[in-house]
Structure formats: C-alpha cells, structure tokens
C-alpha cells in the first residue's frame, strides 16, 4: 500500500456512525466500513440499522437508540463500546427538521431539535473523549448545513441548530485537538435524503438548487465519501476546528 493511501486507511480503527439508518448516514457508515473500520451504526430504527448491518458482514454492529433523550446518553455511549471497543472516530449525522416556519415554532420542535442536532454530538462525545485521550488518537466529524451560514425558510429551529454546530466543531478543537482528537464538520449541500424529500419531490426547486451549485448538480451520496474519509484519517492530522461544505459550490455563489 503507497504512502498516499495508508493516510486514508482505516484498519484497526473503531467508528460510531449516528443516524447510520438512512441518507448520509448510511453512506458514512458503508463508506468507514469499505476503509477497513469497525463501524457501530446508531439510530432509533432497529430494522434499518439491521439490514446495514447485514449487508456489511462481521465489521458492523448496531445500537437503536434514541439520542434525542438527552438522560439516555452515557448509556447509550457504553452500549456503543461494547461490540468492538472504545471508538476512535465518531461521525455525527443524526438529525431532524421539524420545518416550521418561525412564527408556528413550538417548544417541543424546538427542543427535539436542538437535543437531537447540538446537545446529542456534544455529550456523545464527552463521553466517548476519554477513551480518544488514553489512546492520544480521535477523529470526530460533525454534520453542519448549508443553514449554518444560510438562512432558509421554515428553518428557524433547525438552522440556529446547525449554527450551533459551526462553534461546536470549533470549540471541540480548541478543547480537545492537543490530545490528539481532531474536531470537524461536513455540510452537505442538497443530497436526495429522508431530510430532503420535500425538496426533492419538487423537480422544479430540485433544479433550481443544482442550479444555484457552481458544478451544476444537486450531490449523489457517495459524494460524501471522500471528504468524509479524509476527516476520519491521519490524512487530515493538520486539519482540525474546520467546517468542509461539500455543496457543490452552492455557498460560493
């Protein structure tokens, strides 16, 4: 094996993959797996996170969970080390869209939201870091948004979520980079996802949005796999407090 692709192996490492039911959660989860990792799939359909897992083979394992529950999350960390281990790398790709307007935003949409998409990626990770510590090697990969930086409509709740993330991310590097776990973000722009079918069964927003991306297309989920294993290697070992927005170009126009 050259040089250049040892940087993106990942035999011997271990993964957790939030949202690994579906979208590009899946794509993370196979993509890790196709890497050489041992990669634990996390979310709350059972039957989904089986039939990934099956696919897979003996590299997979799957906790159903429902990390919107915030009380439930230092269990849920040590159901996730039990198959293969402590992970090295957790991927943060859980997450909702309640789609309410401002003026229709309830406390529960509000609450589900910022509990599934900011507060679940950072006590996950607190108490998976240590174990990242002791072995002075991690990789954590949070999902950010074209809402991060982009105003959307009816995507009050859900864009101040994935604001939150854009600091998030930088705060974890601050926190955590001298120990050797590098923090960062992916922010997709519009993949044809659960999250996105309301985009998607609209052909003429659907070319619109490929329209506004600087190649022309809306994304195709292995599109992610590249930045995504990049983010999870030692070939980013430099790189770290960064948000990579794989959109296309979307947000440079």
């Given at each position: 094996?050259?040089?250049?692709?040892?940087?993106?192996?990942?035999?011997?490492?271990?993964?957790?993959?939030?949202?690994?039911?579906?979208?590009?959660?899946?794509?993370?989860?196979?993509?890790?797996?196709?890497?050489?990792?041992?990669?634990?799939?996390?979310?709350?359909?059972?039957?989904?996170?089986?039939?990934?897992?099956?696919?897979?083979?003996?590299?997979?394992?799957?906790?159903?969970?429902?990390?919107?529950?915030?009380?439930?999350?230092?269990?849920?960390?040590?159901?996730?080390?039990?198959?293969?281990?402590?992970?090295?790398?957790?991927?943060?790709?859980?997450?909702?869209?309640?789609?309410?307007?401002?003026?229709?935003?309830?406390?529960?949409?509000?609450?589900?939201?910022?509990?599934?998409?900011?507060?679940?990626?950072?006590?996950?990770?607190?108490?998976?870091v240590p174990a990242m510590k002791a072995k002075?090697?991690?990789?954590?990969?949070?999902?950010?948004?074209?809402?991060?930086?982009?105003?959307?409509?009816?995507?009050?709740?859900?864009?101040?979520?994935?604001?939150?993330?854009?600091?998030?991310?930088?705060?974890?590097?601050?926190?955590?980079?001298?120990?050797?776990?590098?923090?960062?973000?992916?922010?997709?722009?519009?993949?044809?996802?659960?999250?996105?079918?309301?985009?998607?069964?609209?052909?003429?927003?659907?070319?619109?949005?490929?329209?506004?991306?600087?190649?022309?297309?809306?994304?195709?989920?292995?599109?992610?796999?590249?930045?995504?294993?990049?983010?999870?290697?030692?070939?980013?070992?430099?790189?770290?407090?960064?948000?990579?927005?794989?959109?296309?170009?979307?947000?440079?126009?």
């Amino acid at each position: 094996m050259s040089n250049a692709a040892q940087m993106f192996d990942l035999t011997g490492r271990v993964a957790c993959v939030t949202g690994a039911s579906a979208g590009l959660g899946q794509q993370a989860a196979i993509a890790l797996a196709a890497a050489g990792a041992k990669v634990v799939g996390v979310a709350r359909r059972a039957d989904a996170l089986t039939a990934w897992a099956e696919a897979t083979g003996a590299n997979a394992a799957t906790v159903a969970a429902d990390l919107s529950q915030r009380d439930q999350i230092s269990d849920i960390a040590a159901q996730i080390a039990e198959p293969f281990g402590a992970p090295d790398i957790i991927v943060h790709a859980a997450g909702i869209n309640t789609r309410e307007t401002a003026d229709d935003v309830t406390a529960e949409g509000w609450d589900v939201t910022m509990n599934l998409n900011l507060a679940a990626p950072f006590f996950l990770t607190q108490a998976l870091v240590p174990a990242m510590k002791a072995k002075g090697w991690g990789r954590i990969v949070n999902f950010a948004s074209l809402q991060t930086t982009r105003a959307f409509p009816a995507g009050l709740s859900y864009g101040a979520s994935k604001a939150g993330i854009g600091q998030l991310t930088r705060a974890m590097a601050e926190s955590w980079s001298g120990d050797g776990i590098n923090a960062n973000a992916i922010g997709p722009g519009f993949f044809p996802t659960e999250l996105t079918g309301p985009v998607f069964a609209d052909p003429e927003r659907a070319a619109r949005n490929a329209a506004q991306t600087c190649v022309g297309r809306n994304g195709k989920l292995e599109d992610i796999d590249g930045p995504l294993l990049f983010l999870c290697s030692d070939a980013s070992a430099f790189v770290t407090g960064q948000v990579l927005m794989v959109d296309g170009g979307y947000t440079a126009k």
